[in-house]
């Protein structure tokens, strides 16, 4: 590549970092001093092998629901995973809900985020992420250049943790299949895993979002890229931590891109 493509690349990549600080509300970038290029070499793609999920799954076998071996249609699937969501009482978290937050946006996406759990008003409205993580999460989508509608949203848990606490071993357990069927349904280009339990959940590891962030795992096939949660950024608001969402979209949005 000719020095002046580079000098472009940069120019460009400059300017896409300027605008996603914008959408997430940055004023003013400070002056640093540029890294040589080779420090900022982009680290090689790492991958883990994902075993099989453990949960007993809460689905039907496929065909069973009309009493045929016809296999059911995407449609009456998606309809009768809802509704066994909605009436599920699997795990413990089901006495203190208001709502289960199943899931929401374009059930043929290309990109599918999955957080956490619902936190207070997720469980009020039974929508994931619209609170202020989840607004900030409209932002990143907006600077990826996407709608929220073109995207796929939901959570490892689909009811509201006490306090908003972790989800405990045994209701991630208890709510697996769901969106291990969701999954299957959506069967996006790449999975977004926002925080530690997402990525734990997906990724059936024990290591923490520090150590995954910005690397491509694997899904049964369907690359996913781990980042830090929108209400930890909220939290811990460094130019660092947006640096690293950034860049870690940058990936994602390459990456559904690929083949189109
Ligand atoms: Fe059922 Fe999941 Fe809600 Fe637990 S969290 S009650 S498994 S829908």
């Not at 914008?22 to 883990?48: I, K």
């Not at 939901?154 to 405990?168: A, G, M, Q, S």
């Not at 069927?181 to 977004?192: D, G, H, N, S, T």
Request: net charge positive; with cysteine.
């Amino acid at each position: 590549m000719s020095e002046t493509a580079n000098v472009s690349d940069i120019h460009q990549a400059a300017l896409q970092r300027l605008r996603f600080e914008r959408a997430m509300g940055v004023e003013f970038v400070p002056r640093v001093t540029m890294a040589p290029l080779a420090a900022v070499r982009q680290v090689a793609p790492q991958s883990v092998r994902i075993p099989e999920a453990s949960a007993e799954p809460a689905k039907q076998p496929a065909g069973s629901a009309n009493g045929t071996s016809e296999p059911l249609d995407r449609a009456t699937r998606w309809q009768a995973l809802e509704a066994r969501a909605l009436a599920c009482t699997r795990c413990v978290l089901h006495k203190g809900r208001h709502h289960v937050v199943f899931g929401t946006g374009n059930r043929e996406a290309k990109l599918v985020f999955v957080g956490e759990g619902p936190g207070q008003d997720e469980d009020l409205q039974g929508i994931p992420f619209v609170g202020r993580a989840g607004q900030l999460l409209n932002k990143i989508i907006a600077a990826m250049k996407l709608a929220r509608e073109e995207v796929y949203i939901c959570n490892v848990v689909k009811c509201r943790p006490p306090d908003n606490r972790t989800p405990l071993p045994d209701e991630v357990a208890a709510c697996w299949p769901f969106l291990e069927e969701q999954l299957e349904l959506v069967a996006p280009k790449a999975i977004v895993a926002l925080g530690s339990p997402a990525s734990k959940a997906l990724l059936r590891t024990t290591q923490g979002i520090m150590s995954l962030r910005g690397k491509w795992f694997s899904y049964r096939g369907i690359p996913v890229m781990p980042t830090y949660h929108p209400a930890f950024l909220l939290r811990q608001y460094t130019e660092e931590n947006r640096r690293a969402v950034w860049d870690d979209m940058k990936k994602v949005v390459e990456k559904i891109k690929e083949g189109q």
